[in-house]
C-alpha cells in the first residue's frame, strides 16, 4: 500500500501542471510538498523544515500562519465572504481603498482593485490607452517598457515584457512595445555610463515619438524577474521627469517592489517619484490572498468622469473586484507593518545582509551582489574577470538552490542569479542563518561541483 505521501506525489504529477515549470524536468524527481508554514518556516509533507528564503514567490511580509491576519479572514468570514463590486460597495474595500491613498506616493487618489499582478498591469495599460482616447488624443497608443522588463504573464503584460525567454513565442499575438535599454551598472561600464544609455535611449524616443506614446510602465528602482537589477540613484526621478515633459503617462509596476521589501514603502518614494498609475499586488495582502490594485491620480481619473453618453467609462472588471476577505487581511497587514514600524525594521535587516554577504563577494565565482533592501541577486559567472557567464546548461542556479533546499533553505534561481528575497518578518538570526546557507550552497555548487 502507498503511503499518503506517495499517494500526494503522484496525483501532483499525474495532474498538477506546474507554472514556469517543464514538467519534464520536474518528474523526474521526488515533488516538494508543502504542508503547513509558521513565522519563516515552511515544513513539508514529512516534517522537513525549509526557510522560505523568496517568500513564496516574493509576496511574504509578516510571516506564515500570522494570528492577526488569520484572525482578519476569521472575522470577515463571519460577515460575507464575497460579494462584488458591481454597483455597490464592500465594507473592508473601502477601508483598505482609503488606507492605500493615506501610504501611497501622494498624487494618487483612486484604487482600482483586482486579483494578481498582471491584471493589476492589464488595467494600467488600458487606462492609459483610454486615458488619451477620452481626451481626444486617440494618436497616443503605443507603450514604452524597459529591456528584460516583467509585467505578468497575460497578453497585454506579455506584450510590455522583454525577457525573450518567456516572451518571444507569444510575439505573432502581442502588440508591439518601443524597448528602451536598462541600466546594467554591472555589465555596462559603471552606474553612470548605465544610467546614462536608458535615458538617452528614453530622451531621444520621448523627442521623436512622443505623440504616440500612451505611457512608459517601469518596474521602479530594482527590475525583479530580469535577475534583481537595481536602477543608479536618479534614474527614476529623471525617466518620471521626461514623461511629465513630453506627455507620457508613468506608470509604476510595484508589483514586486510595494510594501517595504526595498526600504521605503514604496520603491518610487525611494525618489519622491508620484506616477500616474501604479500597480501594486504580492505583498498587498501580506501573500495572503489573491488581491491587486492599480492606483491612479486625480487626473487620469478625471478623464473618465463624464456623462455616461460621452462613452468615457473604464469598462473593465474581474469577478473577484475588491473581495473583502482579500481587503480585509490586507487592512490588517498595513496595520501590522505600522504597529511593528517593518519598513524601518527592514533597513537595518538589509544592512545586517548586506554585510553578512560581504565575504561572498570575494569568491571566484560570484560575478555581482545586488540589493534593495530584503531583495537580493547574486549573479554567479564563469569567469570573473571578464563576466563571462554560466552557459545555461549547466543550470548553476537551479543547483544552488537544490542545494540551500538540501541545506534547509527554499529559492529560485532566475538563470544563473541565485535570488534572496527573505519575509520582511525575519530576525536579524533568521536572516544570518539563511545567508550562511545560500553562501554554502554557492561555494558548493561553484567550487565543489556540487551536483555537477
Ligand atoms: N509585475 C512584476 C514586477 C512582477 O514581479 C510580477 C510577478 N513576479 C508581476 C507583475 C505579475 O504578478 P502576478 O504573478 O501576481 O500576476
Known sequence: ?????????????????????????????????????????????????????????????????????????????????????????????????????????????????????????????????????????RGKTSFVTMNQAYHGDTIGAVSVGAIPLYHEVFRPMLFPSHVIPYPDAYRQGGPEAAAEAALSGLRLLLETR????????????????????????????EMAALCRKHDVLFIADEVATGFGRTGAMFACDLEEVTPDLMVVGKGLTGGYLPLAATLATDEVYGAFYADYEERKTFFHGHSYTGNPLGCAVALRSLQLMEERNLVEGVKVKANLVEQRLGPLADRRHVGDIRQKGL????????????????????????????????????????????????????????????VDILSEAIISVTEQGWGA
Open 1 to 137: 500500500m502507498a503511503t499518503r505521501s506517495e499517494q500526494l506525489a503522484a496525483a501532483d504529477q499525474s495532474y498538477v501542471w506546474h507554472p514556469f515549470t517543464q514538467m519534464k524536468d520536474y518528474n523526474r524527481v521526488d515533488p516538494l510538498i508543502i504542508e503547513r508554514g509558521e513565522g519563516v518556516m515552511l515544513y513539508d509533507i514529512h516534517g522537513r523544515a525549509y526557510y522560505d528564503g523568496f517568500s513564496s514567490v516574493w509576496l511574504n511580509v509578516h510571516g506564515h500562519r500570522v494570528p492577526e491576519l488569520n484572525q482578519a479572514i476569521t472575522d470577515q468570514l463571519a460577515l460575507v465572504a464575497h460579494s462584488t463590486l458591481l454597483g455597490m460597495a464592500n465594507v473592508p474595500a473601502i477601508e483598505l481603498a482609503e488606507k492605500l491613498i493615506e501610504i501611497a506616493p501622494k498624487g494618487l487618489k483612486k484604487v482600482f482593485y483586482s486579483d494578481s499582478g498582471a491584471t493589476g498591469v492589464e488595467i494600467a495599460l488600458k487606462m492609459a490607452f483610454q486615458y488619451w482616447h477620452n481626451k481626444g488624443m
Open 210 to 237: 512622443a505623440e504616440s506614446i500612451a505611457a512608459l510602465i517601469v518596474e521602479p528602482i530594482v527590475q525583479g524577474a530580469s535577475g534583481i537589477m537595481v536602477m543608479p540613484h536618479g534614474c527614476l526621478s
Open 375 to 434: 531583495m537580493v541577486g547574486i549573479e554567479l559567472v564563469r569567469d570573473k574577470v571578464s563576466c563571462e557567464p554560466y552557459d545555461w546548461k549547466e543550470r548553476i542556479g537551479v543547483r544552488v538552490c537544490l542545494r540551500a533546499r538540501e541545506l534547509g533553505m527554499l529559492t529560485r534561481p532566475l538563470g544563473n542569479v541565485v535570488v534572496f528575497i527573505p519575509p520582511l518578518s525575519s530576525t536579524e538570526a533568521e536572516l544570518a542563518s539563511m
